[in-house]
């Protein structure tokens, strides 16, 4: 059963360089294997895992005005599977940011994320992930099994401290692409930028032409798959 929130920003204020801050806190249990989707238009994601139980969630509003600060709302629904937090979309017209930090447990099934302008940060250890950003750069240390990373103008760096267990599309359109593997990941890995340059650390083809350059590889048995793409930008693919 969920239970839909919406939370309005009545908290303290303070002010940090001549801008209104309000502080939101709240924690939501989830079971092992649960689902979390966090969708908002304007601010930065940053995530770390822990091993509770609990999803714990603090939204930072930023505003010139007091009454900007005051009309900006969160949506939550909460069940035991899973949580959905969101920036509503009736809050766009609102003079404001919404910067979200969680602590959440590294036993989730799936992380979803997406934000229009802000950045994506991930630290610790996930399982399948969907990272989306319009504009603001994406970066993710720590383990995951696989999943989707896209940010339509911003960097992308990605580096894997276990060895690759699952498939991950990564794409860019503006922005260039690191990607650090640990030596003997076993995937089959294809890359391509239409105008940057490839660099590769593992036995791989690299081709120019034209049409941009492109980079293919299998690396040991290639059991899982690896796709990085961009248009514009430089693609890196590094061992640890």
Do not use: H
Not at 96 to 114: E, F, H, M, R
Not at 156 to 169: F, H, P, V, W
Not at 219 to 224: L, V
Request: aromatic share 6%; glycine share 10%; no cysteine.
């Amino acid at each position: 059963m969920f239970m839909l929130t919406t939370i309005i920003a009545l908290v303290s204020v303070s002010f940090v360089f001549g801008s209104q801050e309000k502080n939101i806190k709240r924690s939501f249990p989830i079971e092992p294997g649960g689902t979390l989707i966090l969708k908002t238009f304007r601010g930065d994601i940053e995530i770390s895992t822990y091993s509770g139980n609990e999803v714990n969630m603090e939204a930072i509003i930023y505003a010139e005005e007091r009454t900007e600060a005051d009309k900006m709302t969160i949506e939550t629904e909460a069940g035991r599977n899973s949580v959905i937090i969101s920036t509503p979309p009736t809050a766009s017209s609102i003079q404001a940011d919404i910067d979200y930090y969680l602590k959440v447990p590294g036993n989730l099934d799936t992380l979803q994320l997406s934000t229009l302008n802000g950045e994506i940060k991930l630290k610790g250890t996930y399982n399948r992930l969907d990272l989306t950003t319009l504009n603001g750069d994406i970066d993710v240390s720590g383990e995951f099994i696989g999943g989707s990373i896209i940010s339509t103008n911003g960097d992308i760096e990605i580096s894997l401290k276990g060895a690759l267990s699952g498939d991950i599309s990564v794409r860019s359109t503006n922005g260039s692409i690191e990607m650090t593997v640990k030596p003997g990941s076993d995937f089959t890995v294809e890359a391509g930028t239409v105008s940057g340059s490839i660099r590769s650390e593992f036995d791989t083809t690299i081709t120019a032409s034209l049409a941009g350059s492109q980079l293919k590889g299998t690396i040991d048995k290639g059991t899982y798959k690896v796709s990085i793409t961009t248009v514009t930008g430089d693609i890196r693919l590094q061992k640890r």
